[in-house]
């Protein structure tokens, strides 16, 4: 197993005429296998949330502060291991690392819903969501050191976000399946079992479809083949580095990086304590039923599709791949959501529906954004860590206490004190994405 994780050598190079034929068909296969690799991972990470209701009714004895800890812990141990697994997926086979990481955290997932007698304890609970973040952090760093080899730094914006959007068919279609399965099994831990099933499905097509680097397929590297250099390009970005020079020279004295990372913080405290608790406020706090918190998580997930797309467009084109202005831009106007969905209290539907969608629509960008971002701040054979490093912030500091800390505030100032914290977060991303105006790619 070791031996398949280690990075694919390189081949003997392929004829001139043969290159761009070998590179166009490559890029499109490289890209798919990607896509629905990365959209399998939210296929089997965020089903507690969807099936938290449930499980309240269904064990009483818990509180929502305490299974607020799962998802806690999965977004901490998530968060942790986006950094580690992000430096370990620099010296990787992208291809092995990223489907055995699926692999795992589908087996996990399973257990939730064939188990029954996983729900008599609140540790293994907890546990066992933190060993799939573990397992979920497999995911982005793979795709993000494979985008740097095959997409040069001109044409990344566009193809970020399109890739990005796999985060909304993984995590839309997260609630379709289970909302069916729901309904064709009769139980709510067809949450868990038959997206489950899926997501291991989908890990045997990231091994027949992905692939290491262009050399690895006896092509060039892609600055040489599109001509597109970043200015401090030199043969030094082909070597793969050591952990030390990774870390010491091109991550933690890096303070553009430290500065995109905070601010990944608080735009991922605002998505989750979003979507974590879309079925939970809707229902418990508004009386609408599974179905409907259903679907709101749905248009949730669908609306960031058009919005990221349209967020990597503006940063290429408009501001020329510079991609502050970009996340400055899509979080005000999501702070502008945050505020009809704030303020419609117990109005109607339809108004909390238009809410979300905004609220989807700009604040995937974002999120894609710095992650891009981090992408060209680095040489690419550091590009796994430094998104794993702006992934760390994101989840430890901001996914994790958008689980049981939203739960707190909920229980403590109610839902406005929930959306108030959101807003400030809203600003603060704001500030921090500021600092790196002008900050050209490495």
């Keep these: 197993m070791i031996s398949l994780l280690k990075p694919a050598p390189a081949t003997a190079p392929l004829s001139v005429d043969l290159i761009d034929p070998h590179y166009r068909r490559l890029r499109w296969q490289v890209f798919a296998g990607i896509f629905v690799g990365y959209a399998g991972f939210y296929l ?4 507690f ?11 009483p004895e818990f509180t929502k502060v305490q299974l ?22 620099d010296r990787s086979n992208p291809r092995w690392f990223m489907a055995l990481g699926l692999l795992l955290s589908s087996a996990i997932t399973l257990a939730f819903g064939v188990v029954p007698g996983l729900y008599g304890s609140l540790a293994l609970i907890v546990t066992l969501q933190a ?14 050191k494979t985008m740097v080899h095959w997409w040069s730094t001109q044409e990344r914006g566009k193809i970020v976000a399109a890739w990005n959007v796999a985060h909304n068919v993984g995590g839309a279609l997260v609630a379709v399946f289970a909302t069916w399965a729901v309904v064709r099994f009769g139980h709510w831990g067809a949450t868990f079992y038959f997206n489950a099933a899926i997501a291991a499905g989908l890990a045997g097509l990231i091994l027949l479809l992905l692939r290491d680097t262009p050399q690895s397929c006896g092509l060039p590297p892609i600055e040489e083949y599109k001509k597109d250099y970043p200015p401090n390009y030199s043969a030094e970005h082909e ?12 991550v933690l004295n890096n303070k553009f990086l430290w500065a995109i990372a905070i601010a990944n913080a608080f735009v991922y405290f605002v998505r989750y304590g979003v979507v974590n608790w879309i079925p939970t406020y809707l229902q418990t706090a508004k009386g609408f039923n599974f179905k409907e918190s259903g679907w709101a998580w749905t248009a949730f997930e669908l609306a960031g599709i058009p919005g990221t797309l349209l967020c990597g467009w503006i940063s290429d084109r408009v501001f020329k791949a510079r991609r502050a202005p970009a996340t400055i831009l899509f979080m005000g106007l999501t702070l502008a959501g945050l505020v009809v969905y704030g303020l419609n209290g117990r109005g109607p539907y339809w108004i909390d ?23 060209d701040l680095v040489p ?12 760390f912030f994101g989840y430890f500091l901001g996914s994790a206490p958008s689980g049981a800390g939203v739960g707190w505030i909920a229980d403590t100032w109610g839902w406005n004190g929930v959306f108030g914290t959101m807003m400030v977060c809203c600003l603060l991303t704001m500030v921090f994405s500021a600092m790196t105006l002008g900050r050209k790619p490495t």
């Design 44 to 47: 089997v990470r965020n089903n």
């Design 49 to 59: 949330s969807l099936a938290l209701p449930a499980i309240l009714k269904a064990h």
């Design 68 to 89: 607020g800890w799962a998802m806690t812990g999965l977004s901490v141990a998530y968060g942790i291991s986006k950094f580690v697994m992000g430096s370990v997926s």
């Design 131 to 144: 060993l799939n973040g573990w397992c979920n952090g497999m995911g982005w760093p793979p795709c993000g």
């Design 239 to 250: 070597r793969t580095f050591t952990f030390k020079e990774i870390f010491m020279s091109h």
């Design 353 to 375: 529906m238009a809410a979300l969608i905004a609220i989807g629509f700009f604040i995937y960008g974002p999120i894609m954004m710095i992650g891009l971002h981090a992408l």
């Design 380 to 391: 690419k054979k550091a590009a796994g860590t430094a998104a794993g490093f702006t992934g």
